[in-house]
């Protein structure tokens, strides 16, 4: 039972390239989020989905896309890096959005020169 | 509009002594509260949450929390304090709307 799934890891990125993290959960969740977390700042939401093809922004979503084409998986992408991107990131889902928990992956960290 | 609000942002305690670490929340209907726990390096790790069932309420590990409407309350408690106790701890508000809005931690030292 993986539960959420993050890959990759680690990720050194120079200014202005673009990758994809990778997040999947594998208990039938239909709420998906990303997250930032940065020093004295908590986690703060960058996109959310309440099911395959739905997304909505959070509170941060610039410079970030995101799409759900199926259940299982919710990438994020970032479209040109930026140094201000340097964060750790989290993926998280939940059975039912705001009254069921969230359910966390391991973190990505993203550096960005 | 919701926020939360941890009142410290670093706690210290003996091994073996109370643990309280303080959340404060605003939100404009019934909101659902959690508190998770953030080891080194890790994800985030529910501890207990709060959906309008019972206000005291118990989690794992020995935690539990005491919804508190009027005073817009949700602190967490443990009787006695563990070395492995040690990490970040994160309180968590939401209500309709799909989102959930984070406190930005309280970071737990245990002391031998």
């Known amino acids: 039972n993986a539960g959420v799934t993050q890959t990759p890891k680690f990720q050194v990125l120079k200014t202005g390239q673009s990758m994809t993290l990778q997040c999947a959960q594998d208990?039938?969740?239909?709420?998906m989020s990303w997250y930032r977390q940065d020093p004295g700042m908590g986690l703060r939401l960058i996109h959310y989905?309440?099911?395959?093809?739905?997304?909505d922004q959070g509170e941060v979503p610039n410079g970030y896309n995101v799409s759900r084409s199926t259940t299982e998986d919710f990438p994020l992408r970032l479209l040109s890096a930026a140094p201000s991107q340097t964060s750790v990131y989290f993926c998280?889902?939940?059975?039912?959005?705001?009254?069921?928990?969230?359910?966390f992956g391991n973190g990505t960290r993203l550096t960005v020169t | 509009a919701q926020s939360v609000t941890q009142l410290d942002s670093h706690v210290s305690v003996s091994e073996g002594t109370p643990v309280l670490l303080r959340c404060n929340y605003s939100?404009?209907?019934?909101?659902?509260l959690f508190w998770y726990v953030q080891h080194p390096n890790k994800g985030l790790q529910l501890l207990l949450k709060?959906?309008?069932?019972?206000?005291l309420v118990k989690g794992i590990n020995g935690f539990e929390a005491e919804f508190k409407k009027s005073e817009t309350s949700f602190h967490l408690t443990k009787p006695s304090a563990h070395m492995s106790d040690a990490a970040e701890y994160f309180c968590?508000?939401?209500?309709?709307?799909?989102?959930?809005?984070f406190g930005t931690g309280t970071s737990l030292t245990v002391i031998p």
């Open positions: 208990m039938n969740h239909e709420y």
């Open positions: 989905s309440v099911g395959a093809g739905i997304t």
């Open positions: 939100s404009s209907y019934s909101p659902s």
């Open positions: 968590v508000v939401s209500e309709s709307g799909n989102q959930f809005y």
């Open positions: 709060y959906t309008s069932a019972a206000t």
């Open positions: 998280a889902s939940s059975y039912a959005g705001f009254n069921s928990p969230l359910h």
